[in-house]
C-alpha cells in the first residue's frame, strides 16, 4: 500500500511562524513534526510515501535527502550517532512529492495524488498530527481494511469544546473499537453533531474516492473538503485511535505536544520537569 502526506496547508493557525517554513517542519522535541509522520508510515510496513507541498515548502524535500555536506562533516568529527541517524532519515521510504497549485483544501490535496495511486486503496496521513501508539494507527486502520476491504477512518473521542474543529461521524457501533459509519458532517457546531466521535487525521481511502472529491463543491471555509467526499462513499468505518494523538496545527497544541514528547526523554525529562515546576510555582 501506498502512503500520502497533505502537507500543503498554509498553516495560517500559527503565523508568523510559519509565513517562511511549513509548519509540518516545526520541530516537536528533536524532529520536525513530518519525520514522526513518515516514521509511522514505515513502521507501519508502507514504503512508497507520496508528499503533497506546495509553495515555501522546499525544506520538506530537503529533510528527506542526502546532505552529502553534513554527512562528510560529521564523518571527519566522529559523531558517528548523529551521522547514522541523518543517514537514516534519508534512507526510511521512497519518498515522491508533488504540490498543490492552489491551497483549496484537504480533498483537494488529496486530488493531486490520484496518478501516483494508480488504482488502489491508498493511506492518507495528514502531516501535521503525530499519533503516537504501539501498533501505529495507520497500520492499526490497515487490519481493519484487510477485514472489510473498504475505507477505514481513525476516529477519537472529541471533548464538546472542540467538537467545532473536527469532522464527526454518525455512526452504528460493531464493536468495541469499531463503527460502521453513516453520515459525516465537517466542522459542525455542537447542538448540531451527531456525535462526539472526530475524524482525527489518518484514513485508509478507496480509489473512488477522486472521483467524489471532483464531485463536490467548496464546503465550510470555501475549500475542498474531503470529509464531504467521504459521504458519497458507499462503505466506511470509522475505528477507535488506541493510542495518542497530538495535532500540532496550532500554537497552544503544539506546545503541549513538545512538552509531553519531551518528557518522553530521559535525557532531558528531570530538567524539564524541575524547570516546569519551578516556573509554576
Ligand atoms: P489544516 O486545515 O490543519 O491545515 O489541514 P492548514 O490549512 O495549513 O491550517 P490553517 O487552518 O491555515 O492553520 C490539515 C493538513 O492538510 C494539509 C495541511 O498541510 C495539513 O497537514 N492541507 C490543507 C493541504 O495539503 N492542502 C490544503 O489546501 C489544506
Known amino acids: 500500500m501506498k502512503a500520502v502526506i497533505p502537507a500543503a496547508g498554509l498553516g495560517t493557525r500559527f503565523l508568523p511562524a510559519t509565513k517562511a517554513q511549513p509548519k509540518e517542519m516545526l520541530p516537536v522535541f528533536n524532529k520536525p513534526t513530518i519525520q514522526y509522520v513518515v516514521e509511522e508510515a514505515v513502521s507501519s510496513g508502507i514504503d512508497d510515501i507520496l508528499i503533497i507541498t506546495g509553495k515555501g515548502k522546499r525544506s520538506i524535500e530537503d529533510h528527506f535527502d542526502r546532505s552529502f555536506e ?7 568529527s566522529g559523531k558517528t550517532n548523529y551521522l547514522n541517524e541523518i543517514e ?6 521512497d519518498i515522491y512529492y508533488v504540490r498543490q497549485k492552489k491551497q483549496k483544501g484537504l480533498g483537494d490535496a488529496i486530488l493531486c495524488a490520484k496518478k501516483h495511486i494508480d488504482g488502489e486503496s491508498f493511506a492518507v496521513l495528514l502531516g501535521d498530527t503525530i499519533a503516537q501508539s504501539n501498533v501505529p494507527c495507520t497500520k492499526q486502520l490497515m487490519d481493519v481494511h484487510e477485514k472489510y476491504g473498504s475505507t477505514v477512518i481513525a476516529i477519537e473521542e472529541v471533548p464538546d469544546e472542540r467538537i467545532e474543529r473536527y469532522g464527526i461521524i454518525k455512526g452504528k457501533k460493531i464493536d468495541d473499537s ?10 459542525p457546531k455542537l447542538e448540531d453533531a451527531p456525535s462526539n466521535l472526530g475524524i482525527i487525521g489518518r484514513y485508509i481511502l478507496a480509489p473512488e474516492i477522486f472521483d467524489y472529491i471532483t464531485e463536490i463543491d467548496p464546503g465550510v471555509g470555501g475549500e475542498i473538503q474531503l470529509t464531504d467526499a467521504l459521504r458519497l462513499l458507499d462503505e466506511i468505518y470509522g475505528c477507535i485511535f488506541n493510542g495518542k494523538l497530538h495535532d500540532i496545527g496550532n500554537t497552544v497544541d503544539w506546545l503541549k505536544s513538545s512538552i509531553e514528547i519531551a518528557m518522553e526523554h530521559d535525557e532531558v525529562k528531570d530538567e524539564l520537569r524541575e524547570y516546569l515546576l519551578k516556573i509554576l510555582k
Not at 537514516?88 to 521510504?93: D, K
Open 70 to 76: 553534513l554527512e562528510y562533516f560529521l564523518q571527519n
Open 88 to 93: 537514516s532519515i534519508s534512507e526510511m521510504a
Open 178 to 187: 469499531l463503527y460502521k459509519i453513516e453520515d459525516l458532517i465537517e466542522k
